[in-house]
């Protein structure tokens, strides 16, 4: 089997397994689980976070063996999804590529594409963030991050970067969880910024392309009336 069959055939179950685990989480730490519930949540945590394993060797087996080393350090983003089950949730944003065909053309395609991934992104980083601050934060003493809302709150003040400061992470694993939400944060800023700035350079090349066919049909207006005018100047001349 070759790699791009595997990826082709396991899409689609890596996708309900971020959702299953995405639900999972949530529900664990939202109701604050205990007894029977918690270990049926534990048990699908644990089920999606083997599939995310068996995806990631898999495709380390499969790839070519001259290019092995290469697949490794530029999918390090996968190898977090095993390695931090917080992101696992993130494939779900594969889903927005299939938005693509309904845009007009190429350029807008891509664009499009990104301010949706963009947007997803930002929604899912603020949930996700969240739910690992409350899991983080609760029981802690002197925490302020007590309710999923406070965790909502903070999550949304903390991505913009805004820090009001009336809800802080007070464990070393919520304030880990606020540097990766940040620096998240910046990042998705920087993808909006460039979406913007892309479109702009396209409107500009199209009022550019517009004005150069105006000028060369003027020219060649021109020139046309330059050559009526010397064929009835040559008539005159005969």
Same mark, same amino acid.
């Given at each position: 089997?070759?790699?791009?069959?595997?990826?082709?055939?396991?899409?689609? &179950?890596?996708?309900?397994? *971020?959702?299953?685990f995405l639900i999972a989480y949530a529900?664990?730490?939202?109701?604050? %689980?205990?007894? &029977?519930? *918690?270990?049926?949540?534990?048990?699908?945590?644990?089920?999606?976070?083997?599939?995310f394993v068996l995806d990631y060797v898999a495709n380390l087996?499969?790839?070519?063996?001259?290019? @092995?080393? @290469?697949?490794?350090?530029?999918?390090?983003?996968? %190898?977090?999804?095993?390695?931090? &089950?917080?992101? /696992?949730?993130? /494939? =779900?944003? /594969?889903?927005?590529? %299939?938005?693509?065909?309904?845009?007009?053309?190429?350029?807008?395609?891509? @664009?499009?594409? =990104? *301010?949706?991934?963009?947007?997803?992104?930002?929604s899912l980083l603020v949930f996700v963030a969240a739910l690992a601050e409350l899991d983080a934060e609760r029981g802690v003493p002197d925490s302020t991050i007590t309710t999923f809302g406070d965790a909502i709150w903070w999550a949304f003040v903390t991505m913009t970067t805004v820090g009001y400061g009336d809800v802080t992470p007070v464990s070393a694993a919520g304030r880990a969880i606020a540097v990766g939400l940040m620096i998240g944060g =910046?990042? %998705?800023?920087?993808v909006v910024t460039a979406t913007i700035a892309s479109w702009i350079v396209e409107r500009v090349e199209v009022h550019d392309e517009e004005r150069d066919a105006a000028q060369v049909r003027h020219i060649r207006t021109l020139e046309a009336k330059i050559d009526r005018l010397q064929e009835t100047l040559d008539r005159l001349a005969a």
């Open positions: 089997m070759t790699q791009q069959r595997w990826r082709e055939l396991t899409e689609w &179950p890596l996708i309900i397994a *971020s959702i299953l529900w664990e730490v939202i109701a604050d %689980l205990q007894g &029977p519930a *918690s270990m049926v949540a534990e048990f699908v945590l644990w089920v999606t976070w083997g599939a087996v499969l790839v070519p063996h001259h290019t @092995r080393w @290469r697949w490794f350090y530029t999918h390090l983003f996968d %190898l977090a999804i095993v390695v931090l &089950p917080m992101l /696992r949730p993130l /494939r =779900i944003l /594969r889903l927005v590529t %299939l938005l693509a065909v309904l845009q007009r053309t190429a350029g807008r395609a891509i @664009r499009g594409r =990104i *301010s949706v991934y963009a947007a997803g992104a930002a =910046i990042a %998705l800023l920087g």
